[in-house]
């Protein structure tokens, strides 16, 4: 696989909460600090995306996604005339009656009709061990739009069969939407990455944009428990030991083999959660032969020891047994 699958294949959403929303002329959405990844796709007319951060507020049309992937606050207007917007409607609490049926959220004044945009918003938590890499490669926020290219056709398919599941309560539903959620998520992100001209801070989706350092990328992920060193690493990169650390310290933050070491902790922390294999088992397949290097070296990078770890993530699944993790509000 590529390293961006590699990525990727430890990604899973989980606990989406959706609205769907109508925006008048004068009309603002607020979405407060939320902590957590939330987008908005406009699905009919137009809103203005304000990030609040002093940018310029984003024209979105029918088919364009904000994405926010820290949570940060932001609003979505009407129009791009911030001073004459009625009083916002802040989108939180509706994400939080999640399983509550109601109508659109509507940021309207008292008595029109008139819509100029709908959203389909919404909030997510992203499991996966390896998503502090994910957030670190993307900007505060980010836009897909289309343009004269017009929507495509991927997102077409899959807002049409996301609409049928979330009209309709069938067996396996939420099981439906998590993995059509999955896969909306996975392309959004694979359209940014080779957008022309994207652009973020240091982090994993800057580094698989540079050719030599996602070879790189991809052979520790394909490898993980190879003796890897930097002459090794540079062969794969098919540059020098020194070219290698330096671009791969400007994309990713960190130099090859520190991130290698993180790499490794992460992919035994999943394992250990799983819960199937032993510690010293997990740590020969992560590049250790040794259980008491490897359990220094985990606790150095998750903060505590492996067995800690396991007790603690198998307990969290336990309680999380049973719960709904996806939920809709829907129009009546």
Not at 235 to 264: D, I, K, M, N
Request: aromatic share 6%; net charge positive.
């Amino acid at each position: 696989m590529d390293a961006l699958s590699h990525l990727l294949a430890d990604v899973r959403i989980r606990q989406a909460v959706f609205v769907r929303t109508r925006l008048g002329p004068t009309g603002q959405l607020r979405v407060s600090e939320a902590g957590q990844p939330s987008f908005h796709l406009v699905t009919q007319g137009r809103v203005w995306l304000d990030p609040m951060d002093g940018s310029a507020p984003v024209l979105l049309e029918a088919g364009d996604v904000a994405f926010i992937p820290r949570g940060s606050a932001h609003r979505l207007c009407g129009q791009d005339n911030l001073q004459q917007l009625m009083p916002p409607i802040d989108v939180r609490p509706h994400w939080q009656a999640h399983g509550v049926q109601a109508g659109p959220v509507d940021a309207m004044p008292p008595g029109s009709l008139e819509v100029v945009g709908r959203t389909l918003s919404g909030a997510f938590q992203i499991e996966g061990v390896t998503s502090a890499w994910l957030w670190g490669g993307l900007p505060p926020w980010l836009t897909l739009q289309w343009g004269a290219k017009g929507v495509p056709q991927w997102l077409m398919i899959g807002l049409t069969y996301l609409e049928q599941e979330l009209s309709r309560d069938r067996p396996a539903r939420q099981a439906i939407i998590d993995r059509l959620g999955d896969v909306l998520f996975i392309q959004s992100l694979r359209s940014y990455l080779v957008a022309d001209g994207a652009r973020g801070p240091s982090g994993w989706l800057m580094g698989l944009k540079d050719s030599m350092v996602s070879r790189v990328l991809g052979a520790m992920h394909r490898h993980p428990a190879h003796p890897w060193t930097l002459a090794e690493l540079a062969s794969e990169g098919c540059v020098s030991r020194t070219v290698l650390a330096e671009r791969f310290s400007q994309l990713l933050g960190v130099p090859p083999l520190t991130y290698l070491t993180s790499h490794r902790m992460h992919l035994a922390a999943r394992r250990l959660r799983d819960g199937r294999q032993g510690v010293a088992e997990v740590a020969q397949q992560v590049g250790y032969q040794s259980s008491a290097a490897f359990a220094q070296a985990f606790k150095r990078e998750m903060g505590c020891s492996p067995r800690d770890w396991r007790a603690k993530a198998q307990a969290e699944v336990g309680e999380g047994q049973g719960s709904s993790s996806t939920r809709m509000i829907t129009s009546s």
